[in-house]
């Protein structure tokens, strides 16, 4: 069974939403939450069978679909892909379990179990093809959660994710296509196998135009600047449950795609483009921040302080060393965690008000003190406060980018600080103060259903952030193993320079402890 691991965490959500038709409405909530809750399980049990000093591919599965054109299901995870797909798994069964009083709840908790097949085939896949496949399909269930179950604005909203989404996924599947044609001219061989591409060493030119090519379907669905339009659109109409998922994880599929796809494939293209894409993330990080404090609707503050945290995770990965590539992977588990707990929290406050205008609320630490600790902890990792999960990523992603810059990186670091105020200000408005407003003096504490979904994900913030080691370990194996391959493949001078030889420095390294001793 085990040897099959991941086509079961990947088909088995899906297959247990094909019989999900057959369940009674009365019965489907505490079926969908055991499907989802065996979905976790497996994956711990990934966890716990993965070996973390092995820096490769794990857990691999191979078939041939189309022998021709060299396209085949190939699987693997390795430490870049393991806790994302932990993380995806986690927040279905969540999401499942927080879900409040829904129409037509039933059809909701199979489209997010068909959400989970596409997630987890994302992160799982190592063929081109295969990976676009399970890329567009996660457009889909998300397109029908925002337009059946979202606000007002639904179907506004639902439109201008799918197209914006879809469109540079276009673009990335030529440069997929290319891609391959190339391997075909180097090797006479068709394959869209991503351990092959590896092997094949591109000339600069050829690297800067596929570089762009698959930029911009993954800047898109980070969102990077000034791509990002779709995205405080889809929060501000989904409902909490499409809100945390699209924060958690979708988001993570563009950044993931950088790590798997643009840097290994193209080094010298990503030293070339590595301080225009800096640019432009330390824009994302101040213009947003900028734009979520003069925000008077919480979710939308929210909603911009996740891309605001998402141009740090670019950055770090755009740092082309360990510490920055490692770094941006932390930060993606770690942002999925606290901004899928403020997506939560935003969702229980709405459930009680109907209604997520700050002005609408004051003094609420009075009323339900129990929501503004769960929430002021929340706040505080999502500033980078020390000993919550978010410092760790931040720090290691900003101390990853000052070996490459050290002034971007200030500014990197002074925004940060500044973006801090707007998430201050929010709580102030919110939480402290007098109980003026007389339908907020007798709102309910956050109640059992909603502790079980909110008390795991404070757990989890505060447990990584003071002892990040159990997750970081793994990461950074599988980080050195594709900056030294950056490094090996890279042709110019540059690039040989930006990206670190690790063989070199381990070499470095053991002398140094020859001569200690």
Known sequence: ?????????????????????????????????????????????????????????????????????????????????????????????????????????????????????????????????????????????????????????????????????????????????????????????????????????????????????????????VPMFPFHTWLPYAHGQAPTIGSVILAAILLKMGTYAFIRFSLPLFPDASVFFMYPIAIIAIIMIIYTAMVAYAQKDVKQVVAYSSISHMGVIVLGTFALNVEGISGSIFLMIAHGVVSGALFLLVGVIYDRRHTKMMDQFGGLAHVMPRYATIFGVMLMASVGMPLTINFVGEFLSLLGFYEQSHILTLLAGVAIVVGAIYMLAAYKKMFFGDVTIEENKNLPDVNKRELVALIPLTIITIWLGVYPKPVLEPINNSVEAVVQLMHNKATTEEAKTRIPDLTQGIEITRTAMKEAH
Not at 3 to 12: E, K, V
Not at 15 to 22: K, T
Request: hydrophobic share 60%.
């Open 1 to 221: 069974m085990f040897d099959h691991i991941l086509s079961i965490l990947i088909f088995f959500p899906a297959l247990a939403g094909v019989f999900g038709f057959m369940i009674q409405k009365e019965s489907m909530r505490a079926y969908g939450i055991s499907v989802a809750f065996i979905e976790f399980i497996l994956s711990l049990w990934l966890w716990f069978a993965f070996d973390s000093n092995v820096s490769g591919m794990q857990f691999m599965e191979q078939m041939a679909l189309i022998p021709s054109f060299g396209i085949s299901y190939i699987l693997g995870v390795d430490g870049i892909s393991l806790f994302i797909i932990i993380l995806a798994s986690f927040f279905t069964m969540i999401g499942i379990a927080s879900l409040t009083e829904t129409p037509n709840e039933k059809n909701m908790i199979i489209t997010l179990l068909f959400l989970q097949m596409t997630m987890v085939g994302v992160f799982a896949a190592l063929d081109a093809i295969v990976f676009y496949v399970f890329w567009e399909l996660s457009l889909v269930p998300m397109l029908y959660i925002i337009g059946a179950w979202g606000g007002p604005l639904r179907v506004y909203a639902s439109v201008k994710f799918f197209l914006y989404t879809f469109m540079g996924s276009l673009v990335m599947l030529v440069g997929m296509l290319f891609m391959a044609y190339f391997f075909y001219q180097a090797t006479g061989v068709w394959s869209f196998a991503l351990l092959d591409w590896y092997r094949l060493i591109l000339p600069e030119s050829f690297q800067l135009w596929l570089f762009a090519a698959f930029f911009l379907g993954f800047a898109i669905k």
